[in-house]
């Protein structure tokens, strides 16, 4: 069972351009988080995900962030007009509709670098 | 109010030895879970061990043992006769309210552990 996938790996962009990070969850998983790391920092809940529904989007920042799950595909968090502000590591979870004791599975991270 | 404290920015350790990870945190609710996670330097977030608020004994898991003291809000992590492979990031998560699949995590700043030879 293949584990939670982040694509790209990297990312860099330049001041203005738009991100697209893409995370695909672990099969049979249909919750799906964002958290964003800052440098030297701990994990920040940003959004979290349900398939074609958001259900707590209370971390994201007001403008320029999104995200969706569609029901078919990946889910997808956007960031459009980066400013350098925005490099971080992006990390994608998922979790299975039941309880689970290992809580959230995460993804290895998008690290975004914005010049 | 910070809902997840760790006190502790870095921590040393010799191989072999125990190291003991300081983590406190702050809820109302009477149903939570804690979690740690190890991030080394690669970047990924590999969880090592869950406690619930209910749970009567402490939960290990290999070598990680968590020190859940609920009254003073505390969940150390304990990692025993460490190894250098152990050298890394080590964070504190709380999910507050019952279990559910979809709640959210708080982490802490974490405790960057390094190991020696």
């Known amino acids: ?115 | 109010a910070q809902k997840i404290t760790q006190t502790q920015p870095g921590m040393f350790v010799q191989e072999k030895e125990a190291v003991t990870l300081d983590c406190t945190y702050d809820t109302s609710d009477q149903s939570y879970g804690l979690f740690w996670y190890k991030q080394p330097s690669s970047g990924e977030m590999i969880f090592l061990i869950y406690q619930g608020s209910y749970d009567e004994q402490n939960a290990t898991e290999g070598r990680y043992s968590l020190n859940f003291q609920k009254a003073r809000k505390s969940a150390n992590l304990v990692i025993s006769a460490s190894q250098l492979g152990d050298s890394a990031m080590y964070f504190c998560a709380m999910r507050e309210g019952p279990w559910a699949s979809g709640s959210r995590l708080t982490f802490g700043e974490g405790t960057q552990l390094t190991v020696n030879p």
């Not at chain 1, 697209?20 to 030297?40: A, D, F, I, N, T």
């Not at chain 1, 956007?78 to 971080?88: E, T, Y």
């Open chain 1, 1 to 115: 069972n293949a584990g939670v996938m982040q694509n790209p790996r990297h990312l860099v962009r330049r001041r203005g351009q738009e991100a697209r990070l893409r995370c695909s969850p672990m099969k049979g998983h249909s919750h799906v988080y964002w958290y964003r790391q800052l440098p030297e920092e701990g994990l920040k809940f940003m959004v979290y995900l349900q398939k074609e529904n958001i259900i707590d989007e209370s971390g994201m920042p007001k403008e320029r962030f999104s995200a969706e799950f569609p029901k078919e595909g990946p889910s997808i968090l956007r960031i459009q007009q980066v400013v350098r502000g925005d490099s971080a590591a992006y990390f994608c979870a998922s979790s299975p509709p039941e309880r689970t004791k290992n809580g959230q599975y995460f993804g290895p991270g998008t690290r975004l670098l914005v010049l």
